[in-house]
């Protein structure tokens, strides 16, 4: 179980991290469903201490709501992903640098709170840049956190005895997600061009 929660964690993160703008314009519903995913195993291990049982029932509830709220929120899905992936990044964040066990937890429920307001806040004027960014910081913090449940005893991933390696490597991830994001809007504006809604910033790049 703890592995195969783990290797969900990092697949999930390293699809998010590398595609999180392609997903909104190609497969909206599957963006939702992962970021809800991922929200509802940091939102369990949060509570818990652990990704058990109550951690898989909230991803998956996570996933149910979020991708339904796709369709039923459509016309408000930019707002409402700029919510969501606010609180997944606050989460990822918290969980990559080892603050979510900061008073009893509290710091990184908050801190997940505050970032998805500024999502919300933002998201309508830089969308674009928003989505790579969240999608390529929060997609990398749940690659190591998943790597990190695997190896619990393994410095490079460990977040607590590892220093500032793990936190340096979840930046050099990220950086990636975005290099490889920005490289690739051209391809994916031309890919999707017909029957989407493509934004200024990925035409203009």
């Known amino acids: 179980m ?8 990092i697949l999930t993160g390293l699809a998010i991290m590398a595609f ?6 190609a497969w909206l519903p599957l963006l939702y469903a992962l970021i809800g995913f991922d ?14 049982t109550t951690s898989i029932v909230l991803a998956i509830a996570g996933a149910f709501i979020l991708g339904a709220a796709s369709y039923i929120l459509e016309p408000y899905r930019r707002v409402l992903l700029g919510v969501s992936g606010g609180i997944l990044f606050g989460l990822s ?11 009893g937890g509290f710091f990184g429920r908050v801190l997940a709170l505050v970032c998805g307001a500024v999502g919300g806040l ?11 960014g969240a999608s390529a910081v929060s997609g990398a913090a749940m690659v190591m956190t998943g790597a990190n449940h695997i190896l619990p005893g393994v410095g490079f991933f460990d977040r607590a005895a590892g220093g500032l390696l ?8 990220a950086v990636a997600g975005v290099s490889w994001q920005l490289s690739n809007i ?15 910033d990925s035409t203009r790049n």
């Open 2 to 9: 703890s592995l195969a929660i783990g290797l969900l964690m």
């Open 20 to 25: 999180g703008l392609f997903m909104f314009y």
């Open 39 to 52: 929200v509802g195993l940091l939102l369990g291990r949060a509570f818990t201490g652990d990704v058990g």
């Open 93 to 103: 964040v918290a969980a990559a640098l080892g603050l979510d066990g900061w008073f």
């Open 122 to 132: 933002l998201v309508p004027r830089f969308f674009d840049l928003f989505v790579i």
């Open 166 to 173: 793990p936190p340096l490597v979840t930046i050099i991830l």
């Open 186 to 200: 051209a391809k994916w504006t031309q890919m999707l061009s017909v029957g989407h809604e493509v934004s200024d």
